[in-house]
């Protein structure tokens, strides 16, 4: 079993960036594909990145595709997220998620095997 830690969130202006962290313990993250999710209050967790077990393959959300960045780190077992170009819209608590199924990546909430608590994010227009 995997515990994610999520880290980084904050208040920034439009326009302006953050970088989001999730930190590891229990596994290796290197034997799990690694996605960021979002949600806000009312409304269903969505899909925002993902990244394969090795960083070499990548998937985002249409709302985040030239403005986000998901990276890993295996050797410190930490996930990333580095959002830049933030809109209002991109408010919400951001959650991490590891997922046992390596062949593809994949986009669905009940897909993943294991959750972090979120950090939120907050963008002022």
């Known amino acids: 079993q995997v515990q994610l830690v999520e880290s980084g969130g904050g208040l920034v202006q439009a326009g302006g960036s953050l970088r989001l962290s999730c930190a590891a313990s229990?596994?290796?993250?290197?034997?799990?594909?690694m996605g960021w999710f979002r949600q806000t209050p009312g409304k269903e967790r969505d899909f925002v990145a993902a990244i394969n077990w090795s960083g070499g393959s990548t998937y985002y959300a249409d709302s985040v595709k030239g403005r986000f960045t998901i990276s890993r780190d295996n050797a410190k077992n930490t996930v990333y997220l580095q959002m830049n170009s933030l809109k209002p819209e991109d408010t919400a608590v951001y959650y991490c998620?590891?997922?046992?199924?390596?062949?593809?990546?994949?986009?669905?909430?009940?897909?993943?095997?294991?959750w972090g608590q979120g950090t939120q994010v907050a963008v002022s227009s």
């Open positions: 229990g596994r290796t993250i290197s034997t799990y594909n």
């Open positions: 998620a590891a997922d046992k199924f390596l062949p593809r990546l994949r986009v669905g909430v009940t897909e993943y095997d294991y």
